[in-house]
């Protein structure tokens, strides 16, 4: 049976198998949301349904905290879809285009860089985001680049993203 604990100083939820690390939800706190940037489970363990532990246990201990939710990891805000009583959690200016981030995009077949809509203007996608479309990882191995769909809110804002 897994075991999920909050690893406070690395600012991420665990999954344990057997005594071993199997998952992880990385967040960060800040102004008064947990932001869910990525959760990653070891290939030998998907069957064991950690994703779904550790997305619940993440929600949970936003709730508890009293925290907003801004779901930068596309399982995170899957897992919020699934289980409409998170919703709550997500600030009320996000959870319109909730839905929108969760269903699968088609591609334009035009081969050139996909086009980002970011503060009203359109700009092209850096190469990172590229590579990630690529389906290779990322800065510090990570393969969730959900950060480029929600907006964050800028350093010392108090105000929810958007």
Not at 92 to 104: A, G, N, Y
Not at 117 to 141: E, N
Request: aromatic letters at 6%; hydrophobic letters at 35%.
């Amino acid at each position: 049976m897994p075991v999920i604990r909050n690893n406070f100083d690395a600012s991420q939820f665990d999954a344990y198998v057997d005594g071993a690390v199997a998952g992880s939800l990385h967040y960060r706190i800040l102004n008064g949301q947990m932001w869910l940037l990525d959760l990653e489970v070891d290939h030998e363990h998907r069957n064991l349904g950690l994703k779904n532990l550790l997305g619940q246990k993440g929600l949970t201990g936003a709730h508890r905290r009293r925290l907003s939710v801004l779901p930068f990891c596309h399982d995170a805000r899957r897992h919020i879809i699934a289980h409409p009583v998170y919703i709550q959690l997500v600030p009320q200016e996000q959870r319109k285009r909730l839905p929108k981030t969760v269903e699968p995009r088609r591609r334009s077949g035009t081969g050139r860089t996909p086009k980002i809509r970011q503060q009203g203007a359109v700009k092209s996608a850096p190469a990172a985001a590229r590579t990630a479309a690529a389906g290779k990882r990322g800065p510090a191995g990570s393969r969730c680049w959900c950060a480029w769909i929600w907006k964050a809110p800028p350093p010392g804002s108090t105000s929810g993203a958007g």
